[in-house]
């Protein structure tokens, strides 16, 4: 069984366009992630969501907006979206912030958004 | 500004052979260190570090953190073409759960 999934695996669009990234994790987890890694292979923090409420959120430009309906899904949504958009974008779960043994985090497969 | 330094960049080595790779880190309350694998997809862990001087194991793998002069490494011995990857260090915080990753080690290892 997966632990972390997404989709879509590969997203090609036009500038401008809104897409969504899904993420779902089967671990139970308490906390989930979206990382942002670059042409470079740089991972970057975007948001974090503990138990659906949002506890991070980086430098980040509002066209992206994560959306937790529930606390084993967390969705990026992405407006109006440029080429500097273009990254391969990661989902990552843990257990729980606060307990150092469980802080582990899976990342799921990534998906590669190309904007044209 | 909190920053996780890994060295070297990439590393080119041939089966065999014993590597190791660096990762240095300068951050606000420190919580643990990780290390993960990634090869064409997402990052899969190799460990987590949270004491000084306390060896981790793997296999051919293992990991050591010092807390004193803000650092870890990785080895790996007797490396196989399979060891090819990059190497990502990554510092979590006491104060947030995310993780500040290093830029990576992109290990090769030739026939």
């Known amino acids: 069984d997966t632990a972390v999934s997404q989709t879509p695996k590969y997203l090609v669009t036009q500038m401008g366009n809104d897409k969504s990234i899904k993420c779902e994790q089967n671990?139970?987890?308490?906390?989930m992630y979206w990382y942002k890694q670059d042409s470079k292979k740089f991972l970057k923090i975007m948001f974090s969501y503990n138990n659906k409420e949002l506890i991070i959120n980086e430098t980040v430009p509002n066209r992206f907006s994560p959306k937790s309906p529930d606390k084993a899904h967390l969705n990026l949504h992405i407006n109006s979206l440029e080429l500097g958009d273009s990254a391969v974008y990661f989902c990552?779960?843990?257990?729980?912030?606060?307990?150092?043994?469980?802080?582990?985090?899976?990342f799921g497969p990534g998906t590669r958004l190309l904007v044209l | 500004e909190d920053k996780v330094v890994q060295s070297p960049l990439s590393l080119v080595v041939h089966e065999g052979d014993t590597v190791t790779l660096n990762c240095s880190y300068e951050?606000?309350?420190?919580?643990?260190l990780l290390w993960y694998k990634q090869e064409k997809k997402a990052p899969t862990f190799l460990f987590m570090l949270?004491?000084?001087?306390i060896e981790k194991k793997s296999g051919r793998l293992s990991s050591i953190l010092d807390k004193k002069e803000l650092f870890s490494i990785l080895n790996i011995t007797a490396t196989q073409t399979g060891d090819s990857a990059v190497y990502l260090c990554?510092?979590?915080?006491?104060?947030?759960?995310?993780?500040?990753f290093g830029k990576g080690t992109k290990l090769s290892v030739k026939p």
């Open positions: 949270t004491s000084s001087g």
């Open positions: 951050v606000t309350n420190f919580r643990s």
């Open positions: 990554a510092v979590k915080m006491a104060s947030q759960g995310n993780l500040i």
């Open positions: 990552a779960s843990s257990q729980d912030v606060t307990s150092v043994l469980q802080e582990t985090q899976y």
């Open positions: 671990l139970g987890h308490d906390t």
